[in-house]
């Protein structure tokens, strides 16, 4: 990048009204933006090393410096306060640049996960009303016909040469480089804003429904950062690999987590799981996040030392790892700290388990975050006691600010949590999760499951998860979902499918007669169902609704929408 | 890494049709340079469709590719995949 600027903070060049100097943030100690977290590393260790892609390394006071031209940039174009800028692009060091930059003009940031196709992007750029979408030429060329009618989109941004100019487009598109990395001394001005100002909106990949827009803050994302690099103990030497969707929480979480403490965030997108493995070894990565089908694939990879020396931790969100897989990652990174987590996009992170409750508690997810107060609640609102299972309840500053444009979602997601001292006069929103876990006497979290996935069979309430553990510990299968399908005379009937550890020679009458000799006779899965591969979501995870519809889909839609309560 | 340009015509044009009609792309075929950027850039380029574009490499060139040789920059643009590709062939 060239610029000719002598000084990394010029005064801004709008002028009429009293704010502090850029050159000031930082030093004050009060987070206010998403960005400030950059420039604040930026000021106390410009030349670190904040961002990795391939082979282009940024240290932070390049990364404060390109945020601050893509936030002048991007205001000049005339970026509103509040409106939205969608990023659809793999990882790059111009999508994080994007996603800041949009922070630090006031916009709200939409991440979409680079693996969704047209239509479902359309979805998103019409459901929060897009003006600027950034993507890359390719990737516009699959958008086009989505985008002819799309009302909202005034200006795309593309990395690499526009495409010829589509008279027909009801946007304009530009080059990114001309938008964004003008050397100038154009200056963003403050936003004036507040914490509580949205920040980003994080579409879920809900299996039922269309996806739902989960709005976040910037304090949202601020006290997520802090709180979640306090407990995995980030500091400004790891370097963190972040394989994970920045459209995820977890995944945005990769990158603030890092930029929080001045750490080095390498960013990896990756095919094949032995990519992942390279880049650790490349790299030198001390730690990193992932969801439990990428840790059992990463289990049976073979790891060079150079990837495994310098790794520090390995943290696992998105279901729970099964324990096998956990014990072949601890045996793999014998020195490493296994970190167990649970978190809602609807409050970006929830719980951990300290990692030397690991060997006690192989199956919890551990106790809330700092600055998170988790409940567990009866049906009728009041706590449950300890050995009660109940639902998850969210209560503090990581709680989101509700779904976009959907009231009647929010209402139910958002309400008061049970505990709320009666002489308060303010509302107070909390999220119920609609997650079920269970307390134990000293506190421990443990996961039951989703309250739709929960099995309810000859008068028993089963986990699933219970029953997948058992499948895993057979050693027959590469991965398995139980799901409880209608059924009249049992109320569900277990169902098991499972992709095969060894595709030649297995047997699902193998599996089951494995399970029969563990589980109650009323968990062991009336059929067990043989898939080459399991459906996954967009964030890596595996997609129970997805199968459920498919072994439903026999029947009519409507018996299904009202059978899912 | 041989510089994609150094690449015969004749086997980027192979190696495009293979990855055109593995990714199910035809549509963008006119647009596909050796630049074009693919790891990353196409969401019809997954761990699924990876390995069945090796089984269509092998295949088409007779040659043996291993899973393993698929990583980072063989898959960063269409002329270095058929720079990799040309290197097997030789």
């Known amino acids: 990048m060239t610029t000719s600027r002598t000084r990394p903070f010029a005064e801004p060049r709008v002028s009429g009204h009293a704010f502090t100097p850029d050159d000031e943030k930082g030093t004050s100690g009060v987070l206010i933006q998403l960005p400030d977290l950059v420039a604040r590393s930026a000021q106390r260790s410009p030349g670190a090393p904040a961002l990795t892609s391939r082979r282009t390394t940024i240290t932070y006071a390049e990364l404060h410096e390109r945020t601050e031209l893509a936030a002048a940039g991007l205001r000049d174009l005339g970026l509103e306060g509040g409106e939205r800028l969608a990023v659809f692009l793999d990882k790059r060091i111009e999508t994080v640049v994007a996603l800041l930059g949009c922070s630090r003009a006031g916009g709200v940031f939409v991440p979409v996960n680079p693996v969704l196709r047209p239509r479902q992007v359309r979805h998103i750029l019409d459901d929060c009303a897009v003006r600027v979408l950034v993507t890359s030429t390719e990737r516009l060329r699959s958008l086009r016909t989505e985008l002819a009618t799309c009302k909202s989109l005034s200006y795309v941004l593309v990395l690499g040469d526009p495409p010829a100019e589509d008279q027909d487009a009801p946007y304009r598109v530009l080059a990114w480089s001309e938008v964004a990395e003008r050397a100038s001394d154009a200056v963003c001005p403050p936003t004036g804003g507040v914490d509580t100002d949205v920040a980003a909106i994080l579409y879920t990949s809900g299996s039922t429904g269309a996806p739902k827009g989960v709005v976040l803050s910037h304090r949202n994302l601020i006290v997520g950062a802090e709180s979640v690099s306090a407990y995995l103990e980030n500091t400004s030497e790891d370097r963190i690999l972040a394989v994970l969707p920045l459209s995820f929480d977890a995944g945005l979480s990769q990158l603030t987590t890092g930029f929080c403490v001045g750490a080095h965030v390498v960013l990896a997108d990756y095919l094949l799981p032995g990519d992942v493995v390279r880049l650790c070894a490349e790299n030198h990565i001390t730690g990193m996040v992932g969801v439990p089908p990428l840790w059992i694939q990463l289990a049976a990879e073979t790891w060079p030392p150079e990837a495994v020396a310098g790794m520090r931790y390995f943290a696992n969100t998105g279901g729970r790892l099964p324990r096998v897989t956990l014990q072949r990652l601890r045996a793999t990174f014998p020195a490493a700290a296994p970190y167990l987590m649970y978190g809602l996009t609807e409050a970006f992170r929830s719980t951990y388990l300290d990692p030397r409750e690991v060997d006690r508690r192989p199956d919890s997810i551990g106790k809330a975050i700092p600055n998170a107060e988790i409940l567990v609640a009866r049906e009728d609102g009041s706590l449950c006691g300890p050995g009660e299972p109940g639902e998850l309840v969210h209560r503090g500053p990581l709680v989101a600010l509700g779904y976009w444009n959907d009231a009647e979602r929010t209402a139910q997601r958002f309400r008061p949590p049970p505990n709320r001292p009666v002489g308060l006069c303010t509302p107070e929103l909390a999220v119920w999760s609609g997650d079920v876990v269970v307390r134990d006497e000293e506190g421990f979290l443990f996961f039951v499951g989703r309250r739709d996935d929960m099995i309810k069979t000859s008068g028993y309430r089963v986990s699933p998860q219970e029953i997948e553990e058992v499948a895993y510990e057979t050693g027959l299968v590469h991965e398995a979902v139980a799901l409880g399908l209608e059924d009249e005379a049992l109320g569900h009937r277990v169902v098991l499918v499972v992709t095969p550890g060894n595709p030649a020679g297995f047997d699902p009458a193998a599996v089951t007669a494995r399970l029969r000799q563990v589980l109650p006779r009323y968990m062991v899965p009336a059929e067990v169902i043989v898939r080459a591969d399991m459906p996954r979501s967009p964030n890596g995870k595996l997609d129970r609704g997805f199968l459920r519809h498919e072994l439903t889909a026999a029947r009519p839609l409507h018996d299904r929408s009202g059978a899912a309560t | ?90």
Do not use: C, H, W
Request: proline share 1%; net charge negative; charged share 25%.
């Open chain 2, 1 to 90: 890494m041989t510089s994609s340009t150094e690449v015969s015509a004749a086997i980027f044009d192979e190696v495009k049709a293979v990855v055109v009609v593995t990714l199910d792309i035809e549509d963008q075929a006119g647009d596909l340079g050796p630049e074009t950027e693919l790891y990353g850039n196409f969401a019809e380029l997954d761990s699924l469709t990876v390995v069945k574009l090796i089984v269509a490499l092998r295949k088409r060139f007779g040659i043996d590719i291993e899973l393993r040789e698929i990583v980072g920059e063989v898959l960063y643009t269409l002329g270095g995949l058929a720079a990799f590709v040309e290197s097997k062939v030789s």
